[in-house]
């Protein structure tokens, strides 16, 4: 199979390892690469300047995307800043390759309806990279809730917690996507997998309130902090991101009328993290050969970031945002 990454920074060298076990021999690594940076980024985030990251992955690297497309991959891994997703997924797409794109899809909703129809048309596969669908504590959850072990739902709260220039050990955090609104930064959208989450597991909010902002003393021009409520669901769920906490938490709790449960995605006894970015590779592999769905296909991953973008706007004008149909 005949692969190109879209970006290598520390997620397009994970997905080139994970590849790697998965395909072995049978892969053929190409990267669309604009910066050439030649360090290894490490399974800890540590920056190695000892090894050369193509050398270590076997990477052909071309820096046209014209070029790289021309090689003809099956797939297309999409893992440069958010606000450079969209350009490269078409030209991917109306080239024929099947999609896996980093989240969020994009930093707005322009142009993803012509992708998702480009998609349609031509058959292709395209799925999102929302790795915590594939944790087992999550999936354990979604069957209490799928088995009503839990009764009838109350409320939910999905807390995430984080100190960015933590985050990525290997950079300096003021440059990171993450810190920048040119580059479809913030907390919401970087950490657009609470989002997910919530509509996977609770289903799709009608009504969105949000407040926050950039609340700390943080070099960036995005919000680092917000507090949303989801509301017209399946029940109202508080989702609450900060990317200035000196303490890291990932909790999902749910209340139900028989028992409350609390799932903790940062402490899994004997659970590699790695493992769920390992399983939903091997799921996309499987979905490019035809042998499964995808899991996180296109059009829920456009309904995650109208949602998200409907947070950002209740932020924004202090209003509850309505989400239409």
């Known amino acids: 199979m005949r692969i190109l990454i879209a970006g290598l920074g ?12 998965i395909l072995g021999k049978d892969l053929e690594l190409h990267a669309y690469r604009r910066r050439r940076l030649r360090h290894v980024i490490t399974e800890s985030l540590e920056r190695d300047d000892s090894r050369d990251v193509e ?21 297309v891994f999409v893992c440069t800043p958010s606000s450079q997703h969209l350009d490269i997924a078409q030209r991917a797409a109306d080239a024929g390759c099947h999609l896996f794109i980093e989240k969020p899809i994009s930093h707005t909703l322009d142009g993803l ?13 395209a799925l999102v990279g929302c790795q915590w669908r594939f944790h087992p504590q999550v999936r354990m959850l979604r069957d209490a809730i799928a088995t009503r072990s839990l009764g009838v739902l109350r409320l939910a709260h999905i807390d995430y917690a984080e ?8 950079e300096d955090y003021r440059t990171s996507y993450a810190a920048r609104a040119d580059l479809g930064g913030g907390v919401v959208l970087t950490q657009i997998h609470d989002y997910d989450l919530a509509w996977w597991l609770f289903g799709a909010p ?3 309130s949000a407040s926050g902002g950039r609340l700390s003393d ?22 609450t991101q900060t990317l200035a906490s000196r303490e890291r938490r990932r909790l999902v709790s749910v ?7 609390e799932i903790d995605l940062l402490n899994t006894p004997s659970y590699e993290r790695n493992r769920m970015f390992v399983d939903e590779v091997r799921h996309f592999v499987s979905c490019v050969r035809g042998e499964a769905r995808p899991l996180t296909p296109l059009g829920e991953g456009i309904e995650v970031l109208r949602i998200a973008l ?4 209740s932020m924004r004008t202090g209003r509850t945002v309505e989400l239409t149909a």
């Open 10 to 21: 520390a997620i397009g060298q994970r997905h080139a390892r994970n590849l790697r076990e």
């Open 55 to 75: 050398s270590v992955l076997g990477i052909r690297s071309h820096d046209d995307l014209d070029a790289a497309l021309a090689e003809r991959p099956d797939a």
């Open 113 to 125: 309806e012509g992708l998702a129809a480009t998609v349609r048309a031509k058959r292709l596969v």
């Open 163 to 170: 100190y960015l220039p933590d985050w990525h050990p290997y």
């Open 206 to 208: 009608k009504r969105v």
């Open 218 to 239: 943080l070099e960036i021009d995005v919000e680092d902090t917000v507090d949303v409520l989801l509301e017209g669901g399946q029940l109202p769920v508080k989702i």
């Open 255 to 261: 209340a139900g009328d028989m028992r409350s449960l």
């Open 310 to 313: 409907a947070v950002k706007r």
